[in-house]
């Protein structure tokens, strides 16, 4: 079955650097988003992409959160200037459609900690 | 703000056993998914219950709907032990913006 990739698989950096966490979602697919969760915590909804457009984002995506599809494959998460909530398992996901009937696929995530 | 419970949080259970887990919410769900997560990877979809009343089953999974669409439950018989891990509930409008509940951990001994 087709799945979506995620890189690295964990990223450790300090608080105020920026990072870029990637995605290479499943290649016919057309709807991107990133999903967080935070330890012991829910999966929130960050952002949804469609189009070269973020077409829904959350409270949580604030200025410093960016997402870029810089070429045909990949699907990024940037992160400015980490914070130490920012820690957290990150999810990519993709599906080809927007209706209920369109399954989602999630990637394995990136564990991202902020020291 | 739509907010989405699952009960119980953990359940231990001898293999051969039965069990259910619940998702509730006060609001009404245009869709429901329950989703599969292991440690270390993202959740995987199982189901998705869209009418109200709507039964779905899945091999020894029986997903059901809330007539008002704002509960479901998953019913499992004769857990086994590959049955073991983290199970997820999610709402949502349409596919573009999930509302997830916190999980019930499934544990099933041999």
């Known amino acids: 079955e087709p799945e979506v990739t995620q890189t690295p698989s964990h990223q450790v950096t300090q608080m105020g650097q920026e990072v870029i966490l990637r995605c290479v979602p499943i290649?016919?697919?057309?709807?991107f988003y990133w999903y967080r969760q935070i330890l012991g915590q829910k999966v929130e909804f960050l952002v949804s992409?469609?189009?070269?457009?973020?077409?829904?984002k959350s409270e949580i995506f604030d200025d410093q959160f960016s997402v870029e599809r810089p070429d045909g494959s990949n699907f990024t998460l940037k992160i400015r200037s980490t914070k130490l909530e920012d820690s957290a398992m990150y999810f990519c996901?993709?599906?080809?459609?927007?209706?209920?009937?369109?399954?989602?696929?999630f990637g394995s995530g990136t564990q991202l900690s902020v020291l | 703000t739509q907010l989405l419970e699952q009960s119980p949080q953990f359940l231990s259970i001898q293999e051969g056993e039965n069990l259910t887990v619940y998702c509730n919410s006060s609001s009404v769900f245009s869709s429901l998914q329950w989703y599969r997560q292991e440690p270390g990877e993202g959740p995987v979809l199982l189901v998705t219950?869209?009418?109200?009343?709507e039964v779905k089953k899945l091999k020894r999974l029986t997903f059901q709907f809330g007539d008002a669409r704002k509960d479901s439950s998953l019913h499992i018989t004769a857990a086994q032990p590959g049955d073991t891990g983290l199970y997820l509930c999610?709402?949502?409008?349409?596919?573009?913006?999930?509302?997830f509940g916190a999980g019930t951990i499934l544990r099933v001994k041999s």
């Open positions: 996901a993709s599906s080809d459609g927007q209706g209920w009937e369109e399954k989602l696929f």
């Open positions: 992409f469609y189009n070269n457009e973020i077409s829904e």
């Open positions: 219950v869209v009418t109200g009343g």
């Open positions: 999610a709402g949502g409008e349409d596919g573009n913006k999930l509302v």
């Open positions: 290649s016919n697919h057309l709807y």
